[in-house]
């Protein structure tokens, strides 16, 4: 049975902002060839791996309904952010001056908080991690992550990111900020299972008698989201 991540876009005067992240694949990562075993015998690239592909695809991605200039200061110690939209009824940008948190490595020490006009609600016993894209190193912001329960509905909220330094310019309308993956709350426990010895030297085993493809043609399972 599909489930539905229903959700409400407050703000009627722009494009809606989320979509699948299966429609945001990265240019760069279609611009990879996969590794040729049989005619070049090379080891295999992330287009040979298909969990850095569900990566990129799982879930949904909040996208920017504008356009964000991004300018350094003329020291380059600090960043202005313009966006020109200045309500925050729509979307909109703050920083706080003091964060909380250490800093990532290479970005500007000034915490900037996406201010998202999207409200989500999902099924009973369901959460959501609300994340940076993942494997999109390349975007020019770190947004942090959190797991929001989703079950009861949730308003717009807060989600701080930081610019990473040497960036100057602009951040494209459609650009993908916060990628959303519902899951199913469960109770967990960590159990160690030496008997799966056998089980990994099987499929150690199997993966070697191929050059490619064993997993994804043997365990991988397709996800849907729409």
Request: net charge positive; hydrophobic share 35%.
């Amino acid at each position: 049975m599909t489930k539905k991540i229903k959700y409400y876009f407050q703000n009627k005067l722009l494009n809606d902002t989320i979509v699948s992240a299966k429609s945001l694949i990265p240019q760069w990562y279609k611009d990879i060839k996969p590794a040729n075993f049989k005619k070049d015998n090379k080891h295999k690239n992330v287009k040979n791996c298909v969990p850095f592909l569900d990566a990129l695809s799982i879930g949904y991605m909040i996208t920017l309904p504008i356009d964000v200039n991004v300018l350094p200061t003329e020291d380059y110690t600090s960043v202005l952010v313009d966006y020109g939209l200045k309500d925050e009824g729509y979307f909109d940008i703050k920083h706080r001056e003091i964060p909380a948190i250490p800093f990532p490595e290479d970005v500007y020490e000034i915490e900037f908080i996406w201010r998202i006009a999207h409200s989500f609600k999902l099924p009973k016993g369901y959460s959501a991690l609300l994340t940076h894209p993942l494997n999109r190193n390349d975007l020019p912001f770190v947004s942090l992550s959190g797991v929001i329960d989703l079950d009861e509905g949730m308003p717009k909220g807060n989600f701080p990111f930081y610019i990473k330094k040497g960036f100057e310019g602009k951040i494209p309308m459609g650009t993908p900020i916060i990628q959303v993956i519902p899951f199913k709350r469960e109770s967990w426990k960590l159990e160690e299972d030496n008997s799966m010895a056998e089980l990994d030297a099987k499929y150690h085993f199997l993966t070697n008698r191929v050059n490619n493809g064993w997993y994804k043609n043997n365990i991988w399972k397709r996800k849907s989201f729409e």
